[in-house]
């Protein structure tokens, strides 16, 4: 009763205040439109979370510096953030309390892990409000959902788009194209539906022959076995996928150990992890040297104010996909209101489904459109190279801020 | 009718739980509103095994889980609906109850707790091996009563309330048969339970059997709440603490722990959540530690226990019953006993017939090579002086333990290898030296338990255990709890409950120790009686005196071997009893 009477009071200060004063007095100017950010701002994936609301924090920052939503007579954006927990239950009762509490809310943004977005989404698709996402598990948007809108390319797609581009890249520098393959990776759900992908389907279609198949259970506790391997199987690409800090950083150090680090075999990962800030906390720049990965979205050319800005702020050394993608989110429902012409989460639902504002600026490839299922169209990715402490975007060559390296070995 | 009346309070709290969550439109409050029920639900169950039996279960998540990826599984390929996927959810959870009961019971107290954790993690990873890392049930915007999507959020908790009744009502009756007295003996203690004729394998597997179809059920409900079924969400190391936090902050071993602890644990931490997650992230998990740990220190037997025990304290009920002595029918205890005693026995078959029974621990030959007869009717006293081997010879008669080599054979049939409970349907009864009450039971109910192995019904378990108080002359007590009686009350309860199960044969491990001189004649002169009325007895005592008026004959150990059989006029004359007792120099002192 308390928590009621609590949540009462707080919203008759906040939201309660604008919105009355907004239908008494216009010219006091237009209420500020809410946007939601439900995100895990405590537990397991705090890191991450926090890091997404510094991409929010700025986007609203931006929208409401460049004059607002102007079809709503230049009202503000304002940013509600909910702390998704590291829970299934918890991002699922963070949810609920967001439309049942927060209901002038015109869309959000979330929810970091896929687990907890599909969770958020079973609770945000029921209440209509459109939700959108940087999650790439497919099946978020394979269940006939009409208010998600999924930003990345999806899990199954990030591999068919970037491995061959690998390829090309491999053959122009080495002269030779790469003919074997070997995985380490851990269980998790994206790992193992990337990696499903790529058996079932790039690898025969690439001609390469897979040497070397191995999975850990997170946290792994010692990387010396597939290592080894590595070292006897000599692949010509070692695809190295941990979505744990601490997992990446005993492959690559392990890796370093028997000489085959820097590049010596060339290594490339499926997720952020080994591209987070946080490597550098447990291992030095020469050890992930030249290590690259396949992402969904990263810090890319013509970003630099923006990148100027993080840092300025938040002392973040480089953006990754967690800044970049959220902050686009705010662009994303300025313009869907812009559409819509009112603050109303249906018609920003709406508005995104017809949404056509051409190429997404803060999104590698396609443009910012939504399909039939709320997948972005011609959503691509961006391969990241660790260059000198630093994760540079190296491909696609239009939003390239380094140029790649590869590794002529012995 | 019992436990219809017990239902009563259960059934006026739901009715006000119903109309809170009728009046309640925010659909954030009736989440709340429906996960305090799934919550106290899934401590119900655990309860169930864990609260009645004392073995502590780290993993209960094992079952919650299956029954949730029952459901998410059925409904995602078969299409079933969670109206028939909730009971088969049950099914599977009562199944695998069974098989983690089976190799999992061998083990007692912080082995067990230990073991069962190791389900739920092993499962986590089959199921993430199966590739079953994300499973979504999918939306049925058609027909979503079918499939229990329901639009308006307070079906749910309907549902929920539901189910939580049968759920309590279960436990109530399970908590007033002889399924709950067997448990709760079981918790109390494990051998005195199998002594007095309670087979605990069975009825443990039982317990897990049904803890586990109903943490199914439960958890097969929870993928219907959530919808987004996950291997740590359901099979997580926090699942399985919830059920322990929820009892054990309420209460354990009772209906009402679990709904304490769920009604108040759920709402505090998503509160704390909400208002304290976005803006000092963490600080909700510490506030919320504290807060447990600090009501446990107030009341570490839960909440509920701790109000109950105040309240009694408080209400006029507390007063003392006064304890009027027990009235015993003394048997003349001056005059010798045998001399009123037909020498029936004499011209009776052979009971109980021991032939050449040996059992070694390690080098040490705690019994060997020992042969004798205990006819039906007699006093058998077997005496000899400490570690001479007689209580590990009632071990190896009741099966406790199994010989090495050797032959008891009871009634003509050879009982090596048999479960004491066996031996105590056969007609075998013993006490123990350390005595071994059920201490949170009453008198009668302590008795009761020894009754279930002869009773077929409740009432017929009732009437045989207060014909056995009666027996032994503890009617004035009878509804006192254990922990209150004087030794010589548990000494005489402790035959009581020996004799509930009408045994043929009565095995007494010091029963007069401890005891002063006078308590020790009351009890001398109830165990009289009892041979009189046709029980066969063996006791074990390693003072000579109070002996000698009451038994027909002697068996005397020393070092694990018969020294001596015989009556007693003979026995205490034998120079080697007199030795193996006194040492060598008073066996001149005998003889003169």
């Given at each position: 009763m308390t928590d009621k009477t609590f949540a009462l009071t707080r919203r008759a200060l906040v939201g309660g205040a604008a919105m009355g004063l907004a239908t008494a007095a216009h010219a006091q100017g237009p209420a500020n439109v809410k946007v939601g950010l439900i995100v895990p701002l405590s537990g397991l994936y705090a890191r991450p979370g926090a890091v997404m609301r510094m991409g929010a924090e700025m986007g609203i920052?931006?929208?409401?510096?460049?004059?607002?939503?102007?079809?709503?007579?230049?009202a503000k954006l304002q940013l509600v953030a909910l702390d998704c927990g590291d829970t299934v239950e918890k991002a699922?009762?963070?949810?609920?309390?967001?439309?049942?509490?927060?209901?002038?809310?015109?869309?959000?943004?979330?929810?970091?892990?896929?687990?907890?977005?599909?969770?958020?989404?079973e609770v945000t698709e029921r209440a209509g409000l459109p939700l959108l996402t940087l999650s790439y598990s497919d099946l978020l948007t394979e269940r006939g959902f009409r208010h998600i809108f999924q930003t990345s390319a999806t899990a199954a797609a990030q591999s068919e788009l970037g491995l061959p581009e690998l390829m090309?890249?491999?053959?122009?520098?080495?002269?030779?194209?790469?003919?074997?393959?070997?995985?380490?990776?851990?269980?998790?759900?994206t790992s193992i539906a990337t990696a499903k992908a790529l058996k079932e389907k790039l690898f025969p279609q690439l001609g390469l022959q897979l040497v070397m198949d191995e999975v850990w259970t997170p946290p792994l506790t010692d990387a010396t076995a597939f290592i080894q391997k590595v070292r006897s199987t000599r692949p010509d690409l070692f695809l190295f996928m941990p979505n744990a800090i601490s997992d990446a950083k005993l492959g690559l150090e392990k890796l370093n150990e028997f000489g085959l680090g820097q590049g010596r075999i060339p290594t490339i990962s499926f997720s952020i992890t080994i591209a987070e800030p946080d490597m550098l906390q447990s291992v030095s720049p020469d050890v992930v040297q030249g290590i690259m990965t396949i992402v969904?979205?990263?810090?890319?050319?013509?970003?630099?104010?923006?990148?100027?800005?993080?840092?300025?702020?938040?002392?973040?050394?480089?953006?990754t996909q967690n800044v970049v993608s959220t902050y686009g989110d705010m662009w994303i429902v300025k313009e869907a209101l812009e559409k819509a012409g009112k603050a109303d989460r249906a018609a920003v639902s709406e508005a995104l489904h017809t949404l056509d504002a051409g190429p997404a600026k803060y999104f590698p490839g396609g443009v910012l459109k939504f399909d039939d299922k709320g997948r972005r169209i011609g959503a691509g990715v961006v391969v990241v190279q660790w260059q000198n402490g630093v994760p540079a975007t190296v491909y696609p060559n239009d939003l390239a801020v380094a140029t790649p390296f590869w590794p002529k070995h012995a | 009718m019992q436990t219809l009346r017990s239902l009563a309070l259960p059934l006026l709290v739901a009715a006000v739980y119903a109309c809170i969550a009728l009046v309640v439109t925010n659909s954030y409050y009736q989440l709340m509103l429906t996960l305090v029920l799934v919550w106290a639900s899934f401590g119900l169950g655990w309860n169930i095994l864990s609260g009645y039996t004392g073995l502590v279960s780290f993993g209960h998540a094992a079952f919650f889980g299956l029954g949730a990826y029952t459901t998410a599984l059925g409904q995602l390929y078969f299409d079933l609906t969670p109206w028939l996927l909730i009971p088969a959810a049950a099914g599977v959870g009562g199944v695998a109850g069974l098989l983690v009961g089976l190799p999992t019971f061998r083990l007692r107290g912080h082995y067990f707790a230990l073991a069962m954790l190791a389900y739920p993690l092993a499962l986590l990873y089959v199921f993430e091996w199966l590739g079953y890392q994300e499973l979504t049930l999918p939306i049925k915007r058609e027909a979503p009563f079918t499939y229990m999507q329901f639009t308006d959020p307070r079906f749910y908790t309907l549902v929920a309330l539901v189910m939580l009744l049968a759920i309590v009502a279960i436990t109530r009756a399970v908590e007033r048969s002889r399924f709950?007295?067997?448990l709760l003996a079981i918790k109390q203690n494990e051998a005195a339970a199998e002594a007095a004729g309670i087979d605990t394998l069975n009825w443990k597997l039982r317990s897990i059997a049904l803890s586990g179809a109903i943490t199914g059920a439960v958890g097969a409900f929870y993928a219907v709440v959530l919808l987004v079924v996950t291997p740590s969400s359901v099979f997580g190391m926090l699942v399985s603490a919830q059920a322990l936090t929820v009892s054990m902050f309420g209460g354990v071993g009772t209906v009402w722990g679990s709904l304490i602890g769920a009604a108040v644990l759920i709402p505090v931490s998503e509160i704390l959540h909400a208002q304290l997650g976005a803006r000092i992230p963490g600080i909700q998990g510490v506030v919320f530690g504290i807060a447990i740990v600090a009501v446990i220190i107030a009341a570490p037997e839960g909440v509920y226990w701790k109000v109950r025990d105040r309240l009694r304290r408080?209400?006029?009920?507390?007063?003392?019953?006064p304890a009027a002595p027990a009235r015993v029918d003394l048997a003349a205890p001056s005059t010798p006993a045998r001399a009123q005693r037909p020498d029936a026995w004499r011209t009776g078959k052979v009971l109980l017939s021991v032939k050449d029974l040996s059992i070694s621990f390690g080098g040490l030959k705690a019994v060997q090579d020992v042969t004798f007869d205990i006819y039906e009717g007699m006093i058998l006293g077997i005496i000899g002086p400490n570690g001479a081997g007689k209580t590990t010879l009632f071990n190896l008669l009741n099966g406790f333990l199994c010989p090495d080599a050797g032959e008891v054979l009871f009634d003509g049939r050879n009982m090596v290898g048999s479960k004491p409970h066996v031996l105590c349907q056969a007609g075998v009864g013993r006490t123990f030296q350390i005595m071994r009450p059920f201490p949170r039971m009453s008198v009668r109910d302590n008795v009761r338990v020894g009754a279930?192995?002869?009773?077929?019904?409740?009432?017929?378990?009732?009437?045989?255990?207060?014909?056995?108080?009666?027996?032994?002359?503890?009617s004035a007590v009878a509804d006192k709890v254990a922990a209150e009686l004087t030794t010589k009350e548990l000494r005489l309860m402790e035959l009581g409950r020996a004799l509930a199960g009408k045994p043929r044969l009565l095995?007494?491990?010091?029963?007069?120790?401890?005891?002063?001189?006078?308590?020790?004649?009351?009890?001398?002169?109830?165990?009289?009686?009892?041979?009189?009325?046709?029980?066969?007895?063996?006791?074990?005592?390693?003072?000579m005196q109070s002996m000698v008026r009451l038994v027909d004959r002697f068996l005397v150990l020393n070092h694990g071997a018969v020294l001596a059989d015989g009556e007693p006029e003979a026995v205490t004359r034998n120079p080697q009893v007199i030795e193996a007792y006194l040492g060598k120099k008073w066996v001149a002192h005998a003889d003169a």
């Amino acid at each position: 009763m308390t928590d009621k009477t609590f949540a009462l009071t707080r919203r008759a200060l906040v939201g309660g205040a604008a919105m009355g004063l907004a239908t008494a007095a216009h010219a006091q100017g237009p209420a500020n439109v809410k946007v939601g950010l439900i995100v895990p701002l405590s537990g397991l994936y705090a890191r991450p979370g926090a890091v997404m609301r510094m991409g929010a924090e700025m986007g609203i920052a931006d929208v409401n510096a460049a004059g607002g939503v102007k079809a709503l007579g230049g009202a503000k954006l304002q940013l509600v953030a909910l702390d998704c927990g590291d829970t299934v239950e918890k991002a699922k009762n963070a949810a609920q309390r967001m439309v049942a509490q927060e209901t002038d809310l015109v869309a959000a943004t979330g929810s970091y892990l896929s687990s907890f977005t599909l969770a958020v989404s079973e609770v945000t698709e029921r209440a209509g409000l459109p939700l959108l996402t940087l999650s790439y598990s497919d099946l978020l948007t394979e269940r006939g959902f009409r208010h998600i809108f999924q930003t990345s390319a999806t899990a199954a797609a990030q591999s068919e788009l970037g491995l061959p581009e690998l390829m090309k890249l491999a053959e122009a520098a080495s002269g030779k194209r790469p003919k074997t393959v070997a995985i380490a990776m851990d269980n998790t759900g994206t790992s193992i539906a990337t990696a499903k992908a790529l058996k079932e389907k790039l690898f025969p279609q690439l001609g390469l022959q897979l040497v070397m198949d191995e999975v850990w259970t997170p946290p792994l506790t010692d990387a010396t076995a597939f290592i080894q391997k590595v070292r006897s199987t000599r692949p010509d690409l070692f695809l190295f996928m941990p979505n744990a800090i601490s997992d990446a950083k005993l492959g690559l150090e392990k890796l370093n150990e028997f000489g085959l680090g820097q590049g010596r075999i060339p290594t490339i990962s499926f997720s952020i992890t080994i591209a987070e800030p946080d490597m550098l906390q447990s291992v030095s720049p020469d050890v992930v040297q030249g290590i690259m990965t396949i992402v969904a979205n990263w810090g890319v050319k013509g970003q630099e104010k923006l990148l100027a800005d993080l840092k300025a702020k938040y002392k973040e050394p480089w953006m990754t996909q967690n800044v970049v993608s959220t902050y686009g989110d705010m662009w994303i429902v300025k313009e869907a209101l812009e559409k819509a012409g009112k603050a109303d989460r249906a018609a920003v639902s709406e508005a995104l489904h017809t949404l056509d504002a051409g190429p997404a600026k803060y999104f590698p490839g396609g443009v910012l459109k939504f399909d039939d299922k709320g997948r972005r169209i011609g959503a691509g990715v961006v391969v990241v190279q660790w260059q000198n402490g630093v994760p540079a975007t190296v491909y696609p060559n239009d939003l390239a801020v380094a140029t790649p390296f590869w590794p002529k070995h012995a | 009718m019992q436990t219809l009346r017990s239902l009563a309070l259960p059934l006026l709290v739901a009715a006000v739980y119903a109309c809170i969550a009728l009046v309640v439109t925010n659909s954030y409050y009736q989440l709340m509103l429906t996960l305090v029920l799934v919550w106290a639900s899934f401590g119900l169950g655990w309860n169930i095994l864990s609260g009645y039996t004392g073995l502590v279960s780290f993993g209960h998540a094992a079952f919650f889980g299956l029954g949730a990826y029952t459901t998410a599984l059925g409904q995602l390929y078969f299409d079933l609906t969670p109206w028939l996927l909730i009971p088969a959810a049950a099914g599977v959870g009562g199944v695998a109850g069974l098989l983690v009961g089976l190799p999992t019971f061998r083990l007692r107290g912080h082995y067990f707790a230990l073991a069962m954790l190791a389900y739920p993690l092993a499962l986590l990873y089959v199921f993430e091996w199966l590739g079953y890392q994300e499973l979504t049930l999918p939306i049925k915007r058609e027909a979503p009563f079918t499939y229990m999507q329901f639009t308006d959020p307070r079906f749910y908790t309907l549902v929920a309330l539901v189910m939580l009744l049968a759920i309590v009502a279960i436990t109530r009756a399970v908590e007033r048969s002889r399924f709950g007295m067997a448990l709760l003996a079981i918790k109390q203690n494990e051998a005195a339970a199998e002594a007095a004729g309670i087979d605990t394998l069975n009825w443990k597997l039982r317990s897990i059997a049904l803890s586990g179809a109903i943490t199914g059920a439960v958890g097969a409900f929870y993928a219907v709440v959530l919808l987004v079924v996950t291997p740590s969400s359901v099979f997580g190391m926090l699942v399985s603490a919830q059920a322990l936090t929820v009892s054990m902050f309420g209460g354990v071993g009772t209906v009402w722990g679990s709904l304490i602890g769920a009604a108040v644990l759920i709402p505090v931490s998503e509160i704390l959540h909400a208002q304290l997650g976005a803006r000092i992230p963490g600080i909700q998990g510490v506030v919320f530690g504290i807060a447990i740990v600090a009501v446990i220190i107030a009341a570490p037997e839960g909440v509920y226990w701790k109000v109950r025990d105040r309240l009694r304290r408080a209400g006029p009920a507390a007063a003392p019953t006064p304890a009027a002595p027990a009235r015993v029918d003394l048997a003349a205890p001056s005059t010798p006993a045998r001399a009123q005693r037909p020498d029936a026995w004499r011209t009776g078959k052979v009971l109980l017939s021991v032939k050449d029974l040996s059992i070694s621990f390690g080098g040490l030959k705690a019994v060997q090579d020992v042969t004798f007869d205990i006819y039906e009717g007699m006093i058998l006293g077997i005496i000899g002086p400490n570690g001479a081997g007689k209580t590990t010879l009632f071990n190896l008669l009741n099966g406790f333990l199994c010989p090495d080599a050797g032959e008891v054979l009871f009634d003509g049939r050879n009982m090596v290898g048999s479960k004491p409970h066996v031996l105590c349907q056969a007609g075998v009864g013993r006490t123990f030296q350390i005595m071994r009450p059920f201490p949170r039971m009453s008198v009668r109910d302590n008795v009761r338990v020894g009754a279930y192995v002869r009773a077929q019904s409740e009432e017929e378990a009732r009437r045989l255990a207060d014909d056995a108080v009666d027996r032994v002359g503890l009617s004035a007590v009878a509804d006192k709890v254990a922990a209150e009686l004087t030794t010589k009350e548990l000494r005489l309860m402790e035959l009581g409950r020996a004799l509930a199960g009408k045994p043929r044969l009565l095995l007494l491990d010091e029963t007069l120790a401890g005891l002063g001189h006078g308590e020790a004649d009351e009890v001398v002169a109830v165990v009289q009686r009892l041979a009189r009325e046709g029980v066969t007895i063996a006791i074990i005592e390693h003072t000579m005196q109070s002996m000698v008026r009451l038994v027909d004959r002697f068996l005397v150990l020393n070092h694990g071997a018969v020294l001596a059989d015989g009556e007693p006029e003979a026995v205490t004359r034998n120079p080697q009893v007199i030795e193996a007792y006194l040492g060598k120099k008073w066996v001149a002192h005998a003889d003169a």
